[in-house]
């Protein structure tokens, strides 16, 4: 089946920096692919969309000059997080869409992030 | 906007029980709807998806239907097990997925 790859599983950073997370489809081309933040027990809250080639289009509250999103190409979509801070500390999943119509979304396994 | 509300939001029951869990979603205009599966700390497992046209699906003990007029779904865990404890988040796709909040269940022998 359709695999997604997200790295890194888990990292720690000082507050200020910056940490990019990846989202790789291996085995289809991804036209699009979405991006969530998930706080602990609270469910998925969408942060933007990505197409490849194209601006990302943010959710309403989501600052999009502190989460860059790149999606270059088919397979991969970047998010960036800068000058990072505690509050920035989450879980953040991607999930990608491939080119057929309708086609289930598959999900990478998450990246948790702690900002110290 | 598209709301998805899951009820309810936890649920611990013995070893054993048949379940359901219910998904409402305020705009009918969907595409699919899928369930999922979390554990704790941990990514999302994709249960079942039903599209827009289908009544339901069914996967092993777990059956899922839609009634996309009505806006409602529901998940439908038979003979419950220990293993079954995790999160279950209900999500609708229309020109995005949209997420309830979830129902957290525990299943204890």
């Known amino acids: 089946g359709a695999v997604v790859s997200q790295h890194p599983s888990w990292v720690i950073c000082k507050s200020g920096t910056s940490v990019k997370i990846e989202c790789r489809s291996l085995?289809?081309?991804?036209?699009?692919m979405f991006w969530y933040r998930q706080f602990p027990k609270q469910s998925l809250m969408l942060m933007a969309t990505?197409?490849?080639?194209?601006?990302?289009?943010?959710e309403q509250g989501v600052e999009k000059d502190k989460f860059l999103i790149n999606h270059a190409s088919l397979t991969l979509s970047t998010l960036t997080v800068t000058s990072a801070h505690p509050e920035d500390s989450s879980f953040y999943i991607c999930?990608?869409?491939?080119?057929?119509?309708?086609?289930?979304?598959?999900f990478g396994n998450g990246t948790r992030l702690t900002v110290t | 906007k598209q709301e998805v509300t899951q009820i309810p939001a936890a649920l611990s029951v013995p070893e054993g029980e048949n379940l359901v869990l219910n998904c409402s979603f305020t705009?009918?205009?969907?595409?699919?709807l899928q369930w999922f599966r979390q554990d704790p700390g941990k990514g999302l497992t994709s249960l079942l998806l039903?599209?827009?046209?289908?009544r339901e699906q069914t996967s092993g003990r777990l059956n899922a239907s839609l009634d996309k007029s009505s806006g409602r779904s529901t998940l439908y865990i038979a003979a419950s097990q220990p293993g079954d404890s995790a999160t279950y988040l209900c999500?609708?796709?229309?020109?995005?997925?949209?997420f309830g909040a979830g129902t957290r269940l525990a299943v204890h022998p």
């Open positions: 085995d289809f081309q991804a036209t699009t």
């Open positions: 990505s197409n490849e080639g194209s601006k990302a289009t943010y």
């Open positions: 039903i599209q827009s046209s289908q």
């Open positions: 999930s990608a869409v491939g080119t057929g119509d309708f086609s289930p979304l598959h």
């Open positions: 999500a609708v796709w229309s020109d995005k997925l949209i």
């Open positions: 705009d009918s205009a969907i595409y699919n």
